[in-house]
Nanobody
């Protein structure tokens, strides 16, 4: 089992910045993908960004150029730096841990990001 603890959500004005963090513990794997998904009210959970153990990244088109994902393999943590936030970025952000090669997904409990003036 892998446990994920997220932090860093909150209320921010449009154009502002937030940094989300997620720490993995338990039966962590040497090779894995970590990342962030988000779910707005009444909508499905969608990809925000992912990063592999080797540093390969993938971003949703809607956040390219504004969000940056990074990770610290030694600490089993992943971060999401969110800049130029828009009201449409408002959602609950969930941390994902995907194991390799078994492909199991573990999810955090989510952290709320609200972008509003």
């Amino acid at each position: 089992q892998v446990q994920l603890v997220e932090s860093g959500g909150g209320l921010v004005q449009p154009g502002g910045s937030l940094r989300l963090s997620c720490a993995a513990s338990g039966s962590v794997f040497s090779f894995n993908t970590m990342g962030w998904f988000r779910q707005a009210p009444g909508k499905e959970r969608d990809l925000v960004a992912t990063i592999t153990t080797r540093g390969a990244t993938n971003y949703a088109d809607s956040v390219k150029g504004r969000f940056t994902i990074s990770r610290d393999n030694a600490k089993n943590t992943v971060h999401l730096q969110m800049n130029s936030l828009k009201p449409e970025d408002t959602a609950v952000y969930y941390c994902l841990y995907n194991t390799y090669p078994s492909g199991m997904n573990y999810w955090g409990k989510g952290t709320l990001v609200t972008v509003s003036s």
